[in-house]
């Protein structure tokens, strides 16, 4: 080994990272040989945590802070080594920088239609696509089950293991909750919330947790899409008669701007167009036929503990007369709530009609 070599391993003693990339979790600090001074100063900034691993066995984990690389601070590699006590030689080791900061504004997507059973539509396809961010939660699991001995590990090399997972629980939550299609635009806050917590424990086998996970938007087949334009067009032109009234007028004012057009044939088109205009008007003004009579309702009387009738308004008033029917007497007919004394129904009422006085005597011969 070259003596400036020898130099260069063994007496280059400040440990940090600094990184600009902005979609880099794991840096593995480069020594030359793997050696390390004992009682270097090891730099872990906000954001990062240090890794060592030590004959390919994970040791110390150090949080953000400024640490002197003694025996002291460090009790896993100490146990490693043996270190009984001071120990001033260099010693081999991978130092991994893990970042714990928030990756935000990953894309996920979904690269096929999900079917489902909608409650309006019937079997629908769905397709959807949104943003998410991940952070490291764990950071030794993290190197255990992802990273391994990737020396620069990206959330590109994560991402594409993420968006699957999203993906798969994002058809499990929208069949299963049974909101029709036309509503999901409401409730994507819920839809996302809910996908997160489901998706929190396998997030969380790999070291990794989701802060956030949106809904951007739910998409229908464009043959769907463009039935649903036309529904809302027919429902934004209403009167349909009244809407091909305004489009003959305006055709026939297109028609008499421009009669030399086409050889005459925009005179025409305009004639013909205001026959069908006036046809059509005619036929607005027929009168329209009068609505059919109202049914008569009917009446039943309760009487000692029995039902009786039905019988007519006619038939009551001739009851009433008779006097076997009474204010007091119970009436139902269908619709009404309940049996009501008969002097009680607006209908019958009029029915009971004060008796006139008894005629005056003869007047004397």
């Known amino acids: 080994m070259p003596f400036m070599d020898f130099l260069k391993g063994q007496f280059i003693d400040v440990?940090?990272?600094?990184?600009?990339s902005r979609d880099t979790m794991v840096w593995?600090?480069?020594?030359?040989?793997?050696?390390i001074k004992?009682?270097?100063k090891l730099t872990v900034r906000e954001g990062q945590v240090a890794v060592f691993v030590h004959e390919g066995q994970l040791a110390d984990v150090f949080t953000p802070g400024l640490y002197m690389l003694e025996t002291n601070n460090m009790p896993v590699m100490t146990t490693l080594q043996h270190w009984d006590h001071g120990f001033s030689s260099p010693f081999k080791s991978e130092i991994y920088f893990i970042s714990t900061a928030r990756f935000t504004n990953l894309k996920w997507g979904t690269k096929n239609p999900i079917m489902l059973r909608d409650p309006e539509f019937g079997p629908t396809r769905l397709r959807a696509f949104g943003t998410?961010?991940?952070?490291?939660?764990?950071?030794?699991?993290?190197?255990?089950?992802?990273?391994?001995?990737?020396?620069?590990?990206?959330?590109?090399?994560?991402?594409?293991?993420?968006r699957n997972i999203i993906v798969q629980t994002f058809g499990q939550v929208v069949a299963a909750s049974g909101i029709p299609v036309l509503d999901m635009a409401a409730n994507t806050g819920e839809l996302g919330r809910i996908m997160a917590q489901r998706m929190s424990g396998i997030i969380a086998d790999y070291g990794l947790e989701l802060p956030e996970l949106y809904i951007e938007n739910i998409s229908l087949p464009a043959a769907v899409e463009e039935a649903l334009d036309r529904r809302t067009s027919m429902g934004v032109v209403g009167d349909l008669g009244k809407y091909t009234q305004f489009q003959t007028a305006e055709a026939m004012r297109l028609a008499a701007a421009n009669p030399g057009g086409?050889?005459?044939m925009g005179a025409g088109l305009g004639m013909g167009m205001g026959m069908a205009m006036a046809q059509g008007l005619a036929q607005g003004l027929t009168p329209a036929a009068p609505p059919p009579p109202p049914v008569e309702h009917v009446w039943h009387i309760a009487e000692n503990g029995q039902t009786k009738g039905p019988f007519s308004k006619a038939a009551l008033g001739r009851m009433a007369a008779s006097g076997e029917l009474t204010r007091q007497t119970h009436v139902?007919?269908?619709?009404?709530?309940g049996w009501k004394h008969a002097g009680d129904v607006t209908e019958l009422a009029q029915l009971f009609t004060v008796m006139p006085p008894p005629p005056p005597p003869p007047a004397p011969a």
């Open 132 to 162: 998410y961010s991940v952070k490291v939660a764990n950071p030794a699991r993290f190197m255990t089950e992802i990273v391994g001995t990737d020396g620069e590990f990206t959330t590109e090399e994560v991402t594409h293991q993420i």
């Open 15 to 20: 440990i940090a990272w600094t990184d600009d």
């Open 332 to 337: 139902w007919t269908a619709g009404q709530d």
């Open 28 to 35: 593995r600090f480069q020594r030359y040989g793997h050696e």
């Open 262 to 264: 086409d050889g005459g």
């Open 38 to 40: 004992y009682g270097a």
